[in-house]
C-alpha cells in the first residue's frame, strides 16, 4: 500500500540505500524537504515501509507550466526488482495529474535510467557527474 508519509520518515532508508549508511538522518535531509508544496511517498510491505520518493515543487529550464523534482528515490535492496519503485512512480504522476502539474523531472543515477525509462521518463541532459556519487542523467516526463 502506498501512503503519503512525512520526511521524517523517508530519512532511514534514504541513509541505507542511497548513502550506504554513511551519514546522520539529519545529514540525509534535502533542502525543500518541508516545503509546505513537497510530499514525501512511502510503500508499505504491511508495516514495513519497503519504498520511499520525494517530490518538491521545483521546475526545470525552460519547461512551461509547473513542474516537481522526484528526489530520494530508493526501494530496500530485498524488495527491489518486485515493482513497487514503479508503483510508486506510477502512483505520483497520478496524484500530481490531479494537482494539475505539468512534468516531473529527477537527476537519475545512471543505473537507474532504465527503471525511469520503463514508467515513460526520456533522458533530457548529458551525462553528469555528482561528486561522491557518480554518472547522472536528467531525465523528464511530461504530465499533460
Ligand atoms: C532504482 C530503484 C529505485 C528502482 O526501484 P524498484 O522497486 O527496484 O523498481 P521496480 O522493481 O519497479 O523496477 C525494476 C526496474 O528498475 C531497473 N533497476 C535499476 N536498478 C535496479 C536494481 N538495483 N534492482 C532491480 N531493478 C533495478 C530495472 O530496469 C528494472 O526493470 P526490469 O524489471 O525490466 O529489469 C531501486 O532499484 C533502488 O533503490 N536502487 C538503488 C538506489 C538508486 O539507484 N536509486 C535511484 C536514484 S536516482
Not at 15 to 32: K, S
Not at 88 to 113: E, H, I, P
Not at 126 to 134: A, M, N, Q, S, V
Request: charged share 20%.
Amino acid at each position: 500500500m502506498i501512503k503519503f508519509i512525512t520526511a521524517d520518515e523517508v530519512l532511514p532508508i534514504r541513509n541505507e540505500i542511497l548513502r550506504e549508511g554513511r551519514l546522520t538522518l539529519d545529514e540525509c535531509r534535502f533542502a525543500g524537504d518541508d516545503h509546505p508544496d513537497s510530499f514525501h511517498l512511502g510503500y508499505f510491505d504491511g508495516d514495513k515501509l519497503a519504498c520511499i520518493a520525494s517530490f518538491h515543487p521545483q521546475g526545470y529550464g525552460e519547461f512551461a507550466g509547473g513542474g516537481y523534482q522526484l528526489r530520494g528515490m530508493a526501494t530496500l535492496k530485498e524488495y527491489q526488482g518486485k515493482g513497487v519503485g514503479t508503483q510508486l512512480v506510477n502512483f505520483a504522476v497520478t496524484y500530481l495529474r490531479g494537482q494539475k502539474v505539468n512534468y516531473v523531472w529527477c537527476n537519475a543515477r545512471k543505473v537507474a535510467v532504465s527503471f525511469y525509462s520503463n514508467t515513460g521518463f526520456e533522458v533530457i541532459s548529458p551525462e553528469f557527474d555528482i561528486p561522491g556519487i557518480g554518472p547522472h542523467h536528467v531525465m523528464y516526463l511530461k504530465i499533460q
